[in-house]
Nanobody, 121 residues
Framework: QVQLVESGGGLVQPGGSLRLSCAASGLTFNDYAIGWFRQAPGKEREGVSCISVSDGATSYADSVKGRFTISRDNTKNTVYLQMNSLKPEDTAVYYC??????????????WGQGTQVTVSS
């Protein structure tokens, strides 16, 4: 049974930082691209970042470029999303997702349950 478990969300002030973790089990981690997505109240889910399976290439939404960094530790089956200079508009539920043999995270096969990030003073 595949499981993706996000952690690290919480309440942070504008300008602050958080690091999200996505721990995977039940799959061959090295075979999957991992992406982070988010959904704010009343808005559609959007892609935030993706790290590919083949060469570890990363991609980011324009809204987070220069502020967020995605990384993966294949020895721990974990992907991280370091979020710096957080803004109120970053407030959302953040989800990680896994795409088999992927590079763009456009069609994930598995999803986590999400973790809430709230940026507010």
């Amino acid at each position: 049974q595949v499981q993706l478990v996000e952690s690290g969300g919480g309440l942070v002030q504008p300008g602050g930082s958080l690091r999200l973790s996505c721990a995977a089990s039940g799959l061959t981690f090295n075979d999957y691209a991992i992406g982070w997505f988010r959904q704010a109240p009343g808005k559609e889910r959007e892609g935030v970042s993706c790290i590919s399976v083949s060469d570890g290439a990363t991609s980011y939404a324009d809204s987070v470029k220069g502020r967020f960094t995605i990384s993966r530790d294949n020895t721990k089956n974990t992907v991280y999303l370091q979020m710096n200079s957080l803004k109120p508009e970053d407030t959302a539920v953040y989800y990680c997702a896994a795409e088999w043999d992927g590079s763009s995270c456009s069609e994930p096969d598995y999803w986590g349950q999400g973790t809430q990030v709230t940026v507010s003073s």
